[in-house]
C-alpha cells in the first residue's frame, strides 16, 4: 500500500504565509510526478503546483510567483511554500502523486486525505 499524508494547514490572515508538507510512504519503487490540488466548497478539484521526476513544475496561473513547490525525492516529501495569501486560496489542499510499487507495475494516481486553508481578509 501506499500513503500520501499532508500536515501544515490551517486559518491565516491575507497576505500572510503557509507552507503545506506531504510524505509518500509504504511500498514506493518509483515516484514520477507529486505535488498539489486543491478543491474549494462547491467546484471541482484543480491543480496548485506539480513537479515531475525530471525536475519540471508547473503552477496554477492563480498561483505563480507567489507560491513554490519543494520537492524530495530522497524524502519522498513535496513541500507547498504559499506566500502572499489571497482569501481565494481558501480551500482543501490534496497532495497528488504518481507512483510505481515495483518495476513491473503500471504507473497509480494516488491522493492524500487533504489539508484545509482557511485565509481570512
Known amino acids: 500500500q501506499v500513503h500520501l499524508v499532508e500536515s501544515g494547514g490551517g486559518l491565516v490572515q491575507a497576505g500572510e504565509s503557509l507552507r503545506l508538507s506531504c510524505v509518500a510512504s509504504?511500498?514506493?519503487?518509483?515516484?514520477?510526478?507529486m505535488g498539489w490540488y486543491r478543491q474549494a466548497p462547491g467546484k471541482q478539484r484543480d491543480l496548485v503546483a506539480v513537479?515531475?521526476?525530471?525536475?519540471?513544475?508547473n503552477y496554477a496561473d492563480s498561483v505563480k510567483g507567489r507560491f513554490t513547490v519543494h520537492r524530495d525525492n530522497a524524502k519522498s516529501t513535496v513541500d507547498l511554500q504559499m506566500n502572499s495569501l489571497k482569501p481565494e486560496d481558501t480551500a482543501a489542499y490534496y497532495c497528488?502523486?504518481?507512483?510505481?510499487?515495483?518495476?513491473?507495475?503500471?504507473?497509480?494516481?494516488?491522493w492524500g486525505q487533504g489539508t484545509q486553508v482557511t485565509v481570512s481578509s
Open positions: 497528488y502523486a504518481i507512483i510505481k510499487r515495483s518495476s513491473s507495475d503500471v504507473w497509480n494516481h494516488y
Open positions: 509504504g511500498r514506493i519503487f518509483s515516484i514520477n510526478t
Open positions: 513537479s515531475t521526476s525530471g525536475g519540471n513544475e
